[in-house]
């Protein structure tokens, strides 16, 4: 692998300095290349996880700067510790050695649900899910995910951000053994691969906005803190320090190797093959036999078994040592896709490739701590001191166009060599993976240049890698210009182009997107929709600057989602996160489409804990239903349909919305009167009974007591013409109702029994039975006709000469004007009283109670009452008419048109 440069040891001597090397216990340093690298150990878990919600953080907390220990950090299996939940089965069984993998494995955060109304069994869920075939949809995360909003929303947000996740991951898991069973083309497969890419995708923002609002509490603290320095490890540990690009570039790397390394899964049942010491053991075995029959190979084979030997003497390996090795080569590059460096040199040397191994191990920083310890004690020197010469050897390996196109990807990434990295990649995640670790290896290493430590071989490397001016936004716009028809295809994914947005920051462009999501004519996944909310919910609670008509369009549609899908515990939490006036609305619209009535309460007393004004919901409810189809009041004289319609009884139960809190009752009267006024003037007796009937007896005690109770003498204007009006519907029904019984029994008058023929004596007797029977039942229908008419009389009368102003006159002028009340109480004046008053009419002269009928027209014409100014001019003069129909009945009886005895 070192072919051309004479200067270096031999094969034998440098695999006797590997040796050697490896039982030192070197740790290894600033590896921008290794997936590993993490900058933070002495940052106490930066404290964020305790923090409030980031709106209310004062950046005068206390912050340990950034002072991290490379050499603790870059331990063999570390990882950074923004990384705090790796899936249970990513690579726990993996035994390529005596190792404890466990140690690098990050156990998963426990996420408590302790709201009450969210703690379903999710076992019992879990079990639902696997007795189907197919459940598709049926494992939905929103109560849990609700459950965590709350259960965090005043703690840490990435407490938060951990539990989602959690969650997450927990019924991918489930998902997966049913996918195992229905297949991958299955509903049921869709939704796990939502919600493992919305779990990859909590786990990038959680990386990255830890740093960045670390950074920006620290605000102002981190100024220029580089030193001067000989050790390319201090170097490159300031850079990361101060560079907050290069930073957050290299936990991109890192999040694409976690990802890469929760898919290998099992990896250790797939290289089990290569358990063996010996390398090339069938090209080793075939030199043997050679040797020892003496005769030449029929197939041409190297003679040796150095590393180079099938490059310098460009000759082959036997067949099945090809095959080998070009399956070795594959898992090589996956264990390094996967930032597992150090497990992938396990396994050449457990494949008899030690050297193979050493040459995965100069990428290590260069560093002396003897040079500044000032200790009598020598320390071991950390690094690789020929870094540049093995870096130019990686690079021009990774263009031998002879070798496997794995080995060339594998020492391209160790070099920052991006076309032979780039053949190899397959998916959106690794070329953007690629781009970044090259991205990030540039960037060090003209750091490096700057400062004098590169060294002289870095300078035979290519000019455009030197030159290059890398940055995530130049990383992106290369996807986008793919020649690979499949990542083209996962650019535009809805997951990948959110992950885009994070790394780059860029919310703005973020919500554009959301925006045009929204607007399109294909729906949103719901669980898609799910997530872009509780995204949404987390950028507000770190203070960013965001699109706030964005933000409440995704909340409204995935309040709307909640809604169709019958989701009633979930909605007031989140039409609580929408501006005021709006969340009174959206809750209303929600309250509109609850029929059951048991549910009722339990969705007033959600919206009272989330905090929404439920006094305006309930009355904005009220008078949506109300106004919808709203028609003219109409003249009682036209022909109308007095039945109870479906709309009819949508009105007469929406007033239930008001009646639960006593608190309420003014409004429930002043709404239930606009009903009944409206019911009143189409007549539609029975729907405003059904109204009147739903009104407690004793609501205008209660608002009374109300006010009395906060210390006001007399109830308002407003509530105390609302309970006026109340008691005169309640007249005006109590009449309507007498009059429809005094009708009900004039018309059941008993008849007289036709005579039988008088042949006989049996059949004169059961005659005259018959006949006092009949004025037996005359009499008592007689009897009760007159207190029907005089009940009647009475009621009307109290309709007619209402005291205090007048039926549907208010008392009180000093309330506020409603000009729309003011016009319905006046049109049912003259709707109702003529109405009433020809109903009277009706009544008296049908008891023949003629001189009372005309007295009326002395109450109608009174200029105490006015109640002549209700009539229009055509119910005058039949009125009149009427009048004088009583006037001829008692002139016929011998009395003067008034009804008093004639003077001789």
Not at 431 to 454: I, N, P, T, Y
């Amino acid at each position: 692998w070192c072919r051309g440069h004479s200067e270096l040891p031999s094969p034998v001597v440098r695999d006797d300095e590997v040796t050697v090397a490896a039982r030192r216990r070197r740790k290894k340093v600033a590896c921008i290349l290794q997936s590993d690298y993490h900058l933070y150990s002495e940052i106490k878990e930066v404290h964020i996880l305790s923090l409030p919600p980031i709106s209310r953080v004062s950046l005068s907390l206390s912050v340990t700067p950034r002072v991290p220990d490379v050499s603790s950090i870059l331990a063999p299996g570390g990882r950074t510790p923004r990384y705090t939940h790796t899936p249970r089965n990513a690579l726990s069984s993996m035994n390529l050695d005596d190792s404890d993998w466990t140690n690098s494995i990050y156990t998963s955060p426990v996420s408590g649900m302790d709201t009450s109304f969210f703690t379903d069994d999710i076992t019992n869920l879990s079990s639902a899910l696997l007795k189907e075939d197919d459940p598709g949809d049926a494992g939905v995360l929103f109560p849990e995910f609700l459950g965590a909003f709350l259960k965090h929303s005043s703690s840490a947000v990435f407490e938060l951000l951990e539990d989602y996740q959690a969650l997450c991951q927990d019924k991918v898991d489930v998902l997966q053994s049913v996918v195992l069973r229905a297949g991958q083309n299955s509903k049921t497969a869709g939704v796990r691969w939502l919600l493992q890419q919305e779990y990859c995708s909590w786990r990038l923002i959680t990386s990255l906005y830890r740093d960045r609002v670390q950074l920006a509490m620290e605000d102002d603290m981190m100024t220029d803190m580089t030193v001067p320095s000989k050790s390319e490890k201090v170097v490159v540990e300031q850079l990361f320090q101060r560079d907050s690009i290069i930073r957050q570039s290299q936990l991109v790397v890192d999040w694409l190797e976690s990802i890469a390394k929760d898919q290998i899964g099992d990896f250790s049942d797939n290289i089990e093959y290569y358990a063996k010491n010996v390398c090339w053991e069938n090209t080793l075995h075939a030199l043997k036999m050679r040797r020892k029959s003496g005769s030449a190979f029929t197939v041409p084979l190297v003679t040796e078994l150095d590393p180079d030997a099938p490059l310098r003497q460009q000759r082959p390996l036997a067949d099945l040592d090809r095959e080998d090795d070009a399956r070795l080569l594959k898992n090589l590059f996956t264990l390094i896709r996967a930032g597992m460096t150090e497990e992938a040199q396990r396994l050449c040397k457990r494949c008899g490739q030690a050297w193979r191994a050493a040459t995965l191990e100069g990428w290590k920083l260069y560093h002396d701590p003897n040079m500044t310890s000032g200790s009598l004690e020598l320390k071991p020197v950390e690094g690789n001191p020929q870094r540049g010469i093995w870096k130019a050897c990686c690079w021009r390996m990774a263009e031998e166009e002879q070798l496997n196109r794995y080995e060339k990807a594998i020492y391209a990434s160790l070099s920052g060599n991006l076309r032979p990295l780039l053949a190899v990649c397959e998916s959106w995640e690794d070329c953007v993976w690629a781009h970044f670790r090259v991205m990030v290896d540039s960037l060090v290493e003209k750091d490096l240049m700057s400062s004098g430590m590169a060294n002289q071989e870095v300078e035979t490397l290519p000019r455009d890698y030197l030159e290059a001016n890398w940055t995530m936004e130049k990383v992106f716009e290369e996807l986008q210009a793919s020649e690979l028809k499949r990542v083209l295809e996962e650019t535009k994914e809805h997951y990948h182009v959110i992950q885009k947005f994070v790394i780059l920051g860029d919310l703005d462009g973020l919500l554009d997107e959301f925006a045009d999501w929204l607007t399109a004519s294909k729906p949103l996944p719901s669980h898609l929709l799910r997530f872009m909310t509780h995204l949404v919910l987390f950028f507000r609670s770190l203070g960013l600057a965001l699109k706030e008509e964005v933000c409440i369009d995704v909340l409204k549609a995935y309040v709307s989602l909640l809604i169709r899908d019958q989701q009633t515990d979930l909605v007031a939490s989140y039409v609580s996160q929408l501006p005021a006036e709006l969340a009174t609305a959206q809750y209303a619209t929600f309250l509109e489409t609850v029929t059951q009535p048991e549910i009722r309460p339990r969705c007033l007393q959600l919206a009272t804990d989330a905090g929404l004004d439920v006094a305006a919901i309930t009355k904005l409810v009220v008078e949506t239903v109300r106004e919808r189809d709203e028609t003219e009041f109409t003249h009682h004289s036209q022909t109308l349909e007095t039945g109870t319609t479906k709309e009819d009884l949508k009105k007469i139960d929406v007033i239930d919305w008001l009646l639960f809190d006593p608190a309420h009752r003014a409004e429930s009267l002043k709404q239930s009167n606009a009903i009944m006024r409206k019911f009143l003037a189409l007549q539609k007796h029975d729907a405003a009974k059904a109204v009147f009937s739903k009104v407690p007896e004793d609501s205008m005690r209660e608002i009374y007591c109300q006010w009395a109770g906060v210390g006001q003498t007399k109830a308002p204007a407003e509530d105390e013409n609302a309970i006026r009006e109340h008691l005169c519907i309640r007249a005006y029904l109590e009449a309507h109702e007498a009059f429809t019984d005094w009708f009900s029994h004039s018309s059941s008058a008993p008849q007289k029994p036709a005579p039988a023929p008088e042949a006989k004596f049996t059949e004169k007797v059961a005659n005259e039975m018959r006949e006092k029977e009949y004025q037996s039942s005359l009499a008592a229908w007689s009897c009760r006709l007159d207190v029907l008419t005089e009940d009647v009389k009475e009621r009307i009368y109290n309709v007619l000469l209402f005291v205090d102003g007048g039926w549907m006159v208010d008392n009180r002028q000093d309330s506020e004007q409603d000009s729309e009340r003011s016009h319905q109480m006046a049109a049912l004046r003259s709707l109702c009283l003529p109405r009433l008053s020809f109903l009277l009419l009706s009544v008296l002269q049908n008891s023949s109670r003629h001189q009372e009928a005309l007295r009326l027209a002395d109450i109608i014409s009174s200029d105490q009452h006015r109640l002549y100014q209700v009539f229009s001019k055509e119910e005058l003069r039949r009125f009149l008419q009427k009048l004088r129909e009583s006037s001829l009945a008692l002139l016929d009886r011998g009395l003067d048109p008034l009804g008093y005895e004639l003077q001789p």
